[in-house]
Structures are given as structure tokens and as C-alpha cells.
């Protein structure tokens, strides 16, 4: 196999697509094998393993279910290319869906196939970009760390994080250059630190850099609404996860503003738009949301 062609079948897996809603299942199973490759386990994982991973990732790190499914995208990857791989008892259709028990007791075991393996064994610097393509186009950098961590994968840094300075400067100046939750407003000398402008529908799920979609956050708060500890309602009332709790900083950092609103921007005109918000609520909220009494 060729690097250029096991690159070009990555970049065009086929998500399960309706509407917007994210469906993160086939990037983070990548992810989670680019990082079994980087050290140098088994080139096929037995679902029986890799099953309870892949279930914590899509809980953390994709949009609250009643259900997950992470045998999902452990067959349905062999339909995007030669570079991945099943095994088993039996050869499994690969357009069927299969529980956990099915792929279980098929000892089913998945990976990258031979060509694929090889290729990204011998060329750390593939299964970084693959990796760093995969996080850019699903996920927002204030996340890539934290699946890092959990894949076990290392990526050397780069500075995209700060990349679009307008969006930024537009929202931060729209809030009056302070964290919309806690009013964070630091500054060493003449500079800011620590706000950033979150997007409140993820840029790599095509939320718009415009002042609608954004808001202004500290550090803190801009992690935890990425990963959905927290949300917004129609009326801006944050609105914090049952999912979310803590001894120390919960309830300073989170419990303090719930059903609260949050400080607004200078004009109306920048006010969060509902379709984003709602977005927000569905694909990262890990909710449902604390008792409010506002309701
Ligand atoms: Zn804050």
C-alpha cells in the first residue's frame, strides 16, 4: 500500500450522517489505533479488548446517548478502504450491524491491514498528519489534548490553536474582553490572558466564525464547555451537566453560575444564536442538565 492512498482513504471515511449531528465513532476508533500502532502493540486488537476503550471514548468524547456503539465502526471501517482489517471465526458481512456479543463470540479482532501497518510503523511522521488530520477535522483543539491522553498517542505541538485572530478579536471585544461565566479579565501589562473565543458550534462541524457563534471564556470555562460539562439555554442560562461533579472548584467553577444567565455581549447583535446554542445542547452537552428551578 501506498502512503498517499492510505492517507486519501482516511481523509474520506464515510460518517453516518444526519443533518449535523455528530458521530464521532469512526475518527476516534482511528485515533485509538493510530495510538496501539505508535506502541507497537498487536497489528489486531480482539474486540473483547478494545471494547470497553472504545465505548469510555465515544462517552467522553462524543455527544450524550442513551446508547453507545463501538462495534459500530469496528466493522464498518472495512467498507473505506483496503487499510482496515477484521478477523475471526467467520467472515463477517460487513454492511450488517453486529452487537457486542455477535463480534464477541465471532472472536472478531480488527486493525490496520498489512500495508497499512507497515506504512505507519515506518513513518512516524504519517501517522502524526493522519492523527493530526483526523483531530483538526472533528474535533475542537481544546480537545485534542484530552484524547490524546486517552489514546495514548504523542503529537509534537503547533501553534494552530490561536489560529483565526479576527473571530477572536471580534468576540472578545464583543464581550467586553472577559469571560462570559466567571468575568475572568487578566491582564499582564496591556495584554489579555487566558480569554479565548469559543465557538459554540464547533468550527470543524461548520459553526460560522461570526460573533453569533461565538463566546468569550476563560481557559477554564472554555475547556469545559468543549467537553460539555456545561451549556447554554434559549434565554443564555448556563445550565450545568448531572454528568459533572467534584469536591474541589465544582461547585466555585460550575455550580455557582448554574441557572444563571451569562453576562451578555455590549449589543444584541452579538447575541448567541439559538440554532448554534441548540447544537451546543445536543451534540456536546453531556446532559441532561441539573435540577434548575427556573426550568
Ligand atoms: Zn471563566
Redesign the pocket.
Known sequence: MLAGKLTGEIKNIRIWQKGDERAPHKPLLLLYTLGRVSRDEPRLAPYSEAREDLRKLLIEFGPYRRAYYPSYPFVKLCNDGDFWEIKGKQILNTTKDWTDRELIDNETAGGFAEGAYTLLRNDRKLLNDLARFILDNYFPGTLHQDILAQVGLELESDARLIRRPDFRDRVLRAYEYR?A????NVRLGDTLVAVEAAHIKWHCYGGPDHEVNGIA??S??HRLFDRGAFTLDSSYVLRVAENAHGTCGFKE?LMRYHDHPIRRPQSPAYYPSGNYINWHLREVFRGPSRYAARG
Open positions: 469571560c461565566v466567571c468575568g475572568f471564556l476563560c477554564l470555562h467553577w
